[in-house]
């Protein structure tokens, strides 16, 4: 052959590859095991109980093998034909690229992204909530299908909203345990796709039935994906002061664990059934989350947690690194193993794992006992059942993402979680034909498809301002400064400029992600920089009086702006992602009604003066501390929880209640009788030894009237107040909630189940819960309604 030979060659070998590459690339899937010649392994037969071909395939594993299954980067085994497996993927709101597994560099270019978490909290809905988690899950499973996603995915996080400058309450659903609770419920079960759920009938909201998991007899829980009820527990801090989340200790008393931190985390295990737990950074009462044999025996025993238990990344490595909590590295793994920590995302496992083995400190049970955990998820889910193109979910594509069905729901989602925070003498909505020329000024506002943290490549870039365009022929636009930051009030005059141009005036102020995310807290409530300065200047300049949209996640004392008539309205609009600028339009217009309802307090800055490293729920009047959230803070705030407005007017009628609920104590032993009758004469016995709390449960009756000239939507919240001043009580606690949509003039009936064990108890300084005997006061809106309680 002749060089020219061989060039010509060398040009066609490189054509083929690259095609090789282009159909590699066009037609991905993900590697998966069982497949022949290792089809034959006992592991791999369908027809065995999950269980047995989980010790089938731990039995096959050496001691290196075993130890490299300890990451969430798991190392292949070729000899028994186990790929390679990433465990972390990410979906707080939307697929995410925070997790390694998950890319967007496939045939799937983006995901439907979902406004942030408080955002969607706001709107009190659990059927959106559910639909959301399921569209989620969809196209999780479509990007897993052509290899961009892996299955198990580490959402949604469930901590409570405790402090106000917290960089990460953004993430969760608010501040109140039964909102929180009831949020992880329905994300955990919309997400994984269990058969329980299939019992509430269609609750997609968007155009598509839900595919349910078809159970099988060796397993009645097989998973569509894996859901990851996270941060256990006690985390809401990331970095304030001389304290990180790396090494802060929280000191919580046991009243505050029982009936504050954990009871989000107990529902999402016992009535989510989630299929993962991620223990925290953070030490609790002096021994690290992912270290404290107590705590994750307790989700194991005593709530019947069943799946695997990851450490937050390198939380694993903070016991020994940052908090000092062992003397060597390997004490560090050994502890956390066998404490309960099945897998560390990071490589310290990975590392110092087999010289802990070598010193005795971890023994071969210790690492099969985690293996059975991280291989019965992994089996539910289907991994080891063949080629996942032959399986239930198969069909789901690129066609399943960014469908119109989920960027409805998202813009569904965005509707019904503004909050019209304030509404001066009904200045909104406006009339679009009045408004020739619209100022809209801001950084936020020109970002596109806000979404807050955790979030992934949407489908459309679309800003905020971008979704008046199809409203006013004419906007206007000024940054006013040259980001959130705003140190500088060099924009001002521009953005002075077009306000005196304008028929009305929109000023976007608040919070991003400079401000507030993980890793970073926040240490004042007012509003960045000069923006106070740049809201009063544009009012000052402005024909009609404006209106302020706030951005961000975090509670902003905007006190000036509540009480200056030349700021006619205030919306909150948290992270609305990539549907929020065409929400907030249509809510500015009066083409949505809004209903949203803010889940955690706003407070004033003097808030600020209270430690955020004080983990104590409860007031103290002896030391002047105030306490936290409207279950216990005593202070002044700006906005309460569950404030907002309407552009109609709602009134309830409670239509039937219980008067008197009679329970019987448990005929348990005699001494235990005996002590609970004594408990009763002091006015409570505990929950656990009534007898009836199953079939004491009870329905509230609600009628509710719109009583104005537009539809709209209501939230019901019903709150309970205990009967006598039980010292460590909450001052009120929500006991029940729903969003109900009325048209205009007329009214809809709904219910509201009440668990009296559950939701009129609450916990005493040991941390057991307690039921108070006597009048417990039921409040809805200004109706109160008294139910007696007795032996």
């Known amino acids: 052959m002749t060089k020219n030979d061989y060039f010509l060659l060398l040009i066609i070998l490189l054509n083929i590859l690259g095609f090789c590459v282009h159909l590699i690339k066009s037609n991905p899937h993900p590697q998966f ?38 990451s969430d980067n798991t190392t292949s085994i070729p000899r028994l034909g186990l790929p390679a497996y ?28 979902f406004p942030q978490v408080i955002l969607t909290a706001a709107a009190f809905n659990r059927t959106l909530w559910h639909s959301i988690a399921t569209a989620i899950a969809v196209e999780a499973r479509a990007m897993y299908n052509l290899g961009q996603a892996g299955l198990t995915f580490w959402a949604p996080n469930i901590n409570i909203f405790r402090d106000p400058r917290w960089g990460r309450g953004q993430e969760t659903p608010g501040e109140d345990p039964m909102v929180v609770s009831a949020y992880a419920i329905e994300y955990v079960t919309g997400f994984q796709g269990l058969n329980p759920m299939a019992k509430k009938g269609n609750r997609n909201g968007f155009g598509k039935k839900r595919r349910f998991l078809k159970g099988d007899d060796n397993d009645s829980e097989r998973l569509m994906l894996s859901a990851c009820c996270k941060h256990f527990t006690a985390y809401d801090l990331e970095k304030w002061g001389n304290a990180t989340r790396y090494d802060f200790n929280a000191v919580v008393t046991k009243q505050d664990m029982e009936d504050t931190f954990q009871a989000p985390f107990r529902s999402c295990i016992q009535q989510g059934k989630a299929s993962c737990l991620m223990c925290s950074y953070n030490s609790v009462n002096g021994v690290p989350a992912c270290a404290d044999k107590e705590l994750l025996d307790k989700v194991r025993t005593d709530w019947g947690f069943d799946g695997y238990i990851t450490s937050d990344c390198d939380a694993v490595a903070t016991i020994y690194e940052n908090q000092k909590y062992t003397k060597t590295r390997e004490d560090a793994v050994a502890v956390a193993l066998k404490a309960g920590t099945n897998i560390n995302c990071g490589t310290y496992m990975l590392r110092h794992m087999k010289s802990a083995f070598q010193q005795g400190s971890v023994l071969k049970e210790d690492l099969d006992r985690a293996l059975q955990y991280l291989f019965s998820v992994q089996f539910r889910l289907g991994l ?27 813009l569904d989602a965005a509707r019904q979680g503004i909050v019209l925070l304030k509404n001066d003498q009904k200045f909104l909505p406006l009339d679009k034909t009045s408004v020739s020329t619209l100022a809209i000024v801001g950084p936020m506002a020109n970002v596109s498809s806000p979404g807050g943290t955790y979030s992934g490549v949407p489908c459309k870039l679309k800003s905020i301002r971008e979704g008046f365009h199809r409203h006013i022929n004419r906007t206007l636009y000024a940054a006013g400064c040259l980001n959130v930051g705003c140190n500088s009030t060099a924009g001002f005059q521009d953005a002075i400029s077009i306000v005196k141009e304008a028929d009305y005036v929109i000023v976007v102020a608040g919070l991003d992600l400079s401000e507030e995310t993980e890793d970073h807290d926040r240490y004042s409530l007012l509003l960045p920089g000069q923006q106070k300065n740049l809201v009063i200047t544009l009012a000052a300049a402005s024909k009609k009086p404006i209106i302020l949209v706030l951005t961000g996640g975090g509670p902003v004392d905007v006190s000036f702006a509540e009480k200056d008539p030349r700021i006619a309205s205030i919306l909150w609009v948290a992270y609305p992602g990539e549907t929020g600028g065409k929400a907030l339009s249509e809510i500015i217009f009066g083409y949505q009604n809004p209903g949203g309802k803010l889940p955690m307090t706003w407070y004033l800055e003097s808030f600020t003066k209270v430690p955020m490293t004080d983990m104590n729920m409860r007031a103290d009047p002896s030391n002047g501390y105030p306490g936290r959230t409207y279950r216990f803070y005593t202070g002044d705030v700006l906005y309460g929880f569950g404030h907002g407005l309407s552009y109609t007017s709602f009134s309830s009628q409670l239509l039937s209640a219980p008067s008197r609920l009679s329970l019987s104590l448990a005929k348990s032993n005699r001494k235990r009788s005996i002590l609970a009758k004594g408990r009763s004469r ?42 006598q001043n039980f010292q460590g009580a909450p001052q009120k606690q929500l006991v029940g909630f729903d969003r109900v949509h009325v048209p205009a003039h007329k009214s809809v009936e709904t219910s509201l189940l009440v668990d009296p064990c559950e939701l009129l108890s609450f916990a005493n300084d040991q941390g057991n819960r307690i039921l108070a005997l006597g009048e417990h006061t039921l409040i809805l809106d200004d109706i109160e309604h008294v139910v007696s309680i007795e032996i």
């Open 682 to 723: 002091l006015g409570y016995i505990h929950v656990d030894e009534a007898e009836s709390c199953h079939s004491s449960k009870f329905f509230v009756h609600i009628s509710v009237t719109n009583d104005g000239d537009r539809d709209g939507s209501h939230v019901l919240m019903l709150f309970s107040r205990v009967p």
């Open 86 to 113: 990433e465990w972390w993927s990410e979906s707080l709101h939307g697929i995410a690229t925070n997790g390694p597994a998950v890319n967007f560099n496939g045939q799937i270019k983006g995901a439907t992204s």
């Open 384 to 410: 080891f059942d063949g080629n996942p193109a032959d399986g239930q979910f198969a069909n789901f594509g690129a066609q399943d993402v960014c469908t119109s069905h989920h960027l409805n729901l998202a």
């Open 33 to 70: 095991p069982c497949q022949p010649p290792h089809h034959k392994y006992p592991f791999c037969n369908k027809n065995i109980p999950i269980s047995t071909r989980v010790q089938s395939l731990i039995s096959l594993l050496t001691i290196d093998e075993k130890i490299l299954h300890l």
